[in-house]
């Protein structure tokens, strides 16, 4: 069973810079997808970035093209998403995602996850709990 857990969020002013972190267990597959992704109140899960393990290759949302960055440190089996330039409406809570049947094609597109409605996004793959992220103005 793979097991993800978050961590790095809190509270932080406009303009500010958050690093989040996931630390992923469970799993031995030197190759995976793993993402990040966010929903704020009242709105629908959205993707934000993917990271394929197995060469590194990433996916961005135009909404944070730019402003933030996946990466991924294999010894640690953990990934991050570093946030720079952080604006009001990235408030939300935040989540990270693996999902070992999409492949480097796939997942350099954003994954299988960019295909779906944010409310079926959760379907695919194995999901974090998530952590809060606020940015006040």
């Known amino acids: 069973q793979v097991h993800l857990v978050e961590s790095g969020g809190g509270s932080v002013q406009e303009g500010g810079s958050l690093r989040l972190s996931c630390a992923s267990s469970?799993?031995?597959?030197?190759?995976?997808?793993l993402g990040w992704f966010r929903q704020a109140p009242g709105k629908e899960r959205e993707g934000l970035a993917t990271?394929?393990?197995?060469?590194?290759?990433?996916y961005y949302d135009d909404s944070v093209k730019g402003r933030f960055a996946i990466s991924h440190d294999a010894a640690k089996n953990t990934m991050y998403l570093q946030m720079n330039s952080l604006k009001p409406e990235d408030t939300a809570i935040y989540y990270c995602?693996?999902?070992?049947?999409?492949?480097?094609?796939?997942?350099?597109?954003?994954?299988?996850?960019?295909?779906?409605?944010?409310?079926?996004?959760?379907?695919?793959?194995?999901w974090g709990q998530g952590t809060q992220v606020t940015v006040s103005s």
């Open positions: 995602a693996a999902d070992k049947s999409a492949g480097p094609g796939t997942c350099r597109r954003g994954g299988t996850w960019r295909s779906m409605s944010g409310k079926d996004m959760g379907t695919v793959g194995f």
């Open positions: 469970g799993y031995t597959y030197s190759n995976i997808c």
């Open positions: 990271i394929y393990t197995g060469g590194g290759s990433t």
